[in-house]
């Protein structure tokens, strides 16, 4: 790497040259130093932040789907509409229902008459049998008469039992077509936001059918990322040094999220769940975060960029990003010392910071790079130096940065 970065110096250096001789075969006059503004290398400690892809999803997404077959006779909501537990939200005909019910309850009525008329039979047999039982001891009868109404008091006791199992038959088909006509009447099970609806008024619904929409909390709403198992073993180990448990440890982060279109959503987010296993076909693990969203503005299916600080990175030294120039896959800065000529310096960058970038090697604290005018200059140029001029220097100086 020293060496790379030697030969770019050293082809700086020669297209330095050759510029100046051509300018002298050109007999231009020679210029005064360049202006350059340039801004010492500040060191601090700074926040490492790390960021992921999210999806948002609701809390709870309900789908609402027709528990028995019929034909949808009306919708109940307005589409995107915000609907409380319990709300109806599709009516399907309710007629064929209540005549199978109405038809239940009539052969419980007759299953319960049969039952009368079996304990009524059974009656009788019982007091035959009382009868005939000291007779055929007194040979008064034969004993085959006592036999048939022995028989015959079994048969009713058998009747009764089986009536009586009739009606607990009948009664649970009544509880069933009860249940059926409850079911043509199609509720919210959730506070949240309904779809569009996927059925139509005339359309013949069912519970094989696809659901007719669904039901999103979206005060909290989730969002999901995805941590690969490297990233979530590093987490674990620092969680480990702690002195508190995994779970607590978690929730004390702080979670920003990016929406699509650049803004940082103003409420922190929270952690909420860590799922049990690591993915076989991704090898990453399921994170999800918690947001506020009172005002339902974030939506399940929308995008955005979790982030936040991982580790505290100490005195890191920061420069300007502008201040660095790439070549060849090497990074350089130019460095301005105490007699204001330039020296380009070979330099090894760590992560960014807004428009700061942390400076692993290469810089000490309190050194000058050009921040603007870097095209100006080059090995040895005599310069201009005035105080960089950024309106948001000092704020990126404060921030975090990004891994």
């Not at 058998?158 to 009586?164: E, K, L, T, W």
């Not at 975060?289 to 979790?306: A, D, E, H, K, T």
């Not at 760590?350 to 200059?377: C, F, N």
Request: charged share 20%; glycine share 8%.
């Amino acid at each position: 790497m020293q060496n790379k970065q030697k030969k770019i110096v050293t082809f700086l250096l020669a297209i330095g040259t050759l510029h100046s001789t051509g300018c002298g075969k050109m007999g231009l006059p020679p210029a005064g130093p360049p202006d350059v503004e340039v801004v010492e290398v500040v060191q601090k400690d700074v926040p490492i932040t790390k960021d992921w892809v999210a999806t948002l999803d609701g809390l709870v997404n309900a789908q609402i789907r027709a528990q028995v077959t019929g034909l949808l006779l009306k919708q109940n909501y307005t589409n995107g509409a915000y609907v409380r537990t319990g709300a109806p939200m599709f009516q399907i005909d309710p007629r064929p229902f209540q005549a199978a019910l109405d038809g239940a309850k009539g052969d419980l009525e007759q299953a319960k008459a049969t039952l009368a008329a079996a304990k009524a039979r059974l009656g009788k047999t019982e007091i035959d049998v009382t009868r005939y039982t000291p007779l055929a001891k007194e040979s008064a009868i034969s004993q085959q008469e006592l036999d048939d109404a022995v028989q015959a008091d079994l048969a009713a006791k058998a009747q009764v039992q089986g009536a009586q199992a009739a009606i607990d038959a009948a009664q649970a088909a009544v509880e069933k077509a009860q249940l059926n006509l409850g079911f043509t009447s199609i509720i919210s099970p959730i506070d949240g936001v309904a779809a569009i609806s996927n059925a139509q008024v005339g359309d013949l619904v069912g519970p094989q059918g696809a659901p007719l929409t669904s039901v999103s909390t979206l005060n909290p709403i989730l969002a999901n990322l995805t941590i690969s198992e490297q990233e979530y073993l590093n987490a674990m180990k620092l969680i480990g040094k702690a002195d508190i448990s995994e779970d607590a440890q978690l929730r004390r982060l702080e979670w920003q999220l990016r929406l699509t279109d650049g803004s940082i959503y103003p409420l922190k987010g929270e952690f909420h769940a860590l799922d049990r296993q690591i993915d076989v076909r991704t090898g990453a693990i399921l994170v999800q975060i918690q947001f506020s969203n009172p005002n339902r503005v974030l939506r399940p299916g929308g995008f955005g960029r979790i982030s936040t600080v991982v580790r505290i990175q100490k005195n890191a030294l920061l420069v300007p990003q502008r201040s660095v120039s790439e070549l060849q896959g090497g990074y350089l800065v130019a460095v301005v010392g105490s007699d204001n000529k330039v020296r380009i310096q070979p330099v090894k960058m760590g992560q960014k910071s807004g428009e700061m970038w942390i400076v692993d090697e290469g810089l000490k604290q309190g050194e000058r790079v050009v921040a603007e005018g870097v095209q100006k200059v080059q090995e040895g140029t005599e310069v201009k130096p005035k105080p960089y001029q950024s309106s948001s220097l000092s704020q990126e100086q404060s921030g975090s940065a990004k891994l």
